[in-house]
């Protein structure tokens, strides 16, 4: 009786099967945003990667968690959770303008703004089970980890909130302003001006989150 050895994920196949898998996200994330999800087929995400379309079934299974995956490697790679690292010893506004500064500029990358058209295209067709995976990985993810950073903040005394989750979307808020939905319908004239707004807008959101939320000095 044949035993697979011990040593065999660690043998030469591992490699090549992990630049398959980053070969497939890169297509699938390419194809989305390009025909949306309902019109991005698995035969074309496999011809685009440049595998066979069993290959990426046996990674990922179906478009669903093909997807999910995509947006999950993007999150992560753009906005890991080192990113809402809280350290009692660091001043929290420039914390918090990190996370401002981070968010402020994913939120208005021309790829994110590719990839909301293309999920608000497919909840148009009456597909919103990719909007609700958007959601999940994206912002429900980020609200978490904001959320967990602002409690830690708030217990070390460095912030004073009485209702951490409706602060973390608060400061969302104000960071996100009119920035993105401005460059989802192409009203962006310059594009220098508009990276510098960007900047200036996070950093006026800390200021006033930190007015409402600041310690009370007496």
């Known amino acids: ?10 043998g030469p196949g591992r490699p090549k099967d992990m630049e398959k ?22 035969d074309a995400i496999a011809a685009e990667a440049g595998v066979s379309k069993l290959t990426v079934y046996s990674h990922f299974g179906d478009k669903d968690n ?19 690292q809280f350290d009692p010893s660091a001043d929290i506004g420039d914390i918090l303008h990190r996370i401002a500064q981070t968010h402020a500029h994913l939120d208005c ?27 999940e990985e994206g912002p429900m993810r980020s609200k978490a980890l904001l959320e967990r ?18 602060a973390a979307i608060q400061f969302i808020s104000l960071i ?5 939905m401005r460059h989802m319908f192409g ?10 707004e960007i900047e200036e807008n996070a950093r006026a959101s800390v200021t006033m989150f930190l007015r409402a939320y600041a310690p009370s000095q007496h």
């Open 1 to 10: 009786m044949n035993s697979i050895p011990l040593t065999k994920p660690h």
């Open 21 to 42: 898998r980053a070969a497939i996200l890169d297509a699938a994330k390419a194809l989305f945003i390009r025909n949306a999800f309902a019109g991005t087929s698995m």
């Open 66 to 84: 093909l997807f999910r995956e995509v947006i999950r490697a993007r999150i992560q790679d753009l906005l890991p959770e080192e990113t809402y």
């Open 109 to 135: 990358n021309p790829e994110t703004v590719g990839t909301f058209r293309a999920i608000l295209s497919d909840c148009r067709q009456g597909n919103p089970r990719y909007g609700k995976l958007m959601w």
């Open 149 to 166: 950073l602002l409690q830690q903040a708030t217990d070390a005394g460095m912030l004073d909130i009485a209702d951490v989750p409706r």
């Open 176 to 180: 996100k302003g009119d920035m993105m």
């Open 187 to 196: 009203c962006v004239d310059c594009a220098q001006a508009y990276a510098k």
